[in-house]
Nanobody, 121 residues
Framework: QVQLVESGGGSVQPGGSLRLSCAAS????????MGWYRQAPGKERELVAA???????NYADSVKGRFTISRDNAKNTVYLQMNSLKPEDTAVYYC???????????????WGQGTLVTISS
């Protein structure tokens, strides 16, 4: 069974940096798109950034120039480097993987359990 395991959340001051990681565990042939979403209290879950297996990236306007998404296809891992963090970046960040080809089955999408990022002075 394929699962997504996130790490790297925490609490930092405004202007600080954090790096999130999300590793897909299990027997996997390929993953098409991996990405990060976030959900702040009282708000809808929103896309932060996504990256295809070929390296094409997409960012929310609010994070362009501050966040960088990358992935290691050999490790089935996606990263989110977050710099110049602002209080409005505070949210639970979720990893998502789409179109996963496992050894025994395919998955349309999977979500991680979420990791809390808090930006506060």
């Amino acid at each position: 069974q394929v699962q997504l395991v996130e790490s790297g959340g925490g609490s930092v001051q405004p202007g600080g940096s954090l790096r999130l990681s999300c590793a897909a565990s299990g027997s996997i042939f390929s993953i098409n798109v991996m990405g990060w979403y976030r959900q702040a209290p009282g708000k809808e879950r929103e896309l932060v950034a996504a990256i295809s297996s070929g390296g094409f990236t997409n960012y929310a306007d609010s994070v362009k120039g501050r966040f960088t998404i990358s992935r290691d296809n050999a490790k089935n891992t996606v990263y989110l480097q977050m710099n110049s963090l602002k209080p409005e970046d505070t949210a639970v960040y979720y990893c998502r993987a789409a179109e996963i080809a496992g050894i025994s089955r395919r998955y349309l999408e999977l979500w991680g359990q979420g990791t809390l990022v808090t930006i506060s002075s």
